[in-house]
């Protein structure tokens, strides 16, 4: 079954510093990839995504992401992590076909700003 | 603002109950899915309609069920509700042949 992991269940960066957000994927045809955010209380929002071409792509909020095929990764960047970037963090492949929406999850990773 | 609307946005009952869960997608979207997310289960999709016909299931229990209305507006009914029932659960629509999915803000079931 398609999966996706996100290794570090808890980050803790200094407001100002670069943050790196690691996702895996499982093995299969090029997947769609997805970073969401999720701020407590609230629903999920998207950040950036990809599905084909330029493998690093731009997302709001200053954030990145890199597709690597021969890693089957698909990281989340910021060069300057600010204190509201604080959230859960969401990784996603979808299923493809119809199902555009139907989202396999990672578990997420805690982010943590100290000022 | 994503456009999806949830309600209600808590909900509190005792186990053994039913309660409706609903969402309105944004304009335009045929897609609605639905979510849940657990602290245990993380989040996990339910079940996928498409201009009012079921499309895929996730992990969705025979006590809980979904539909679509013609003025495309979904409903999740939970039933003979459990302890661990108590979730988030979160509608996310689509376009009809769209690439990514709007989550609404989510409702918090609490079954006590």
């Known amino acids: 079954a398609q999966s996706v992991t996100q290794p570090d269940i808890h980050i803790t960066v200094s407001e100002g510093a670069s943050l790196e957000l690691r996702c895996n994927y499982s093995?299969?045809?090029?997947?769609?990839l997805f970073w969401y955010v999720q701020s407590p209380g609230q629903g999920l929002q998207l950040l950036l995504k990809?599905?084909?071409?330029?493998?690093l792509v731009q997302g709001i909020k200053g954030f990145e992401a890199e597709f690597k095929r021969s890693q089957s990764s698909f990281n989340l960047r910021k060069p300057s992590v600010h204190w509201s970037d604080a959230a859960e963090y969401f990784c996603?492949?979808?299923?493809?076909?119809?199902?555009?929406?139907?989202?396999?999850f990672g578990q997420g990773t805690i982010l943590t700003v100290h000022p | 603002d994503s456009g999806v609307t949830q309600t209600p946005k808590h909900l509190i009952t005792a186990t053994g109950q039913r309660v409706t869960l609903r969402c309105s997608p944004r304009?335009?979207?045929?897609?609605v899915y639905w979510y849940q997310q657990s602290l245990d289960q993380g989040l996990q999709f339910l079940i996928h309609?498409?201009?009012?016909?079921?499309?895929a299931k996730g992990n969705i229990l025979e006590r809980f069920s979904a539909q679509q209305f013609p003025d495309l507006h979904s409903e999740l009914n939970l039933s003979s509700l459990e302890l661990g029932d108590s979730a988030l659960y979160f509608c996310?629509?689509?376009?009809?042949?769209?690439?990514?999915?709007?989550f609404g803000q989510g409702t918090r079931l609490t079954v006590v």
């Open positions: 990809y599905f084909s071409g330029d493998t």
């Open positions: 996310a629509s689509s376009v009809a042949k769209g690439t990514e999915a709007f």
């Open positions: 093995y299969g045809a090029t997947p769609y």
């Open positions: 996603a492949r979808n299923a493809g076909g119809t199902s555009y929406g139907k989202l396999t």
């Open positions: 304009s335009g979207d045929l897609s």
């Open positions: 309609y498409y201009n009012g016909e079921e499309r």
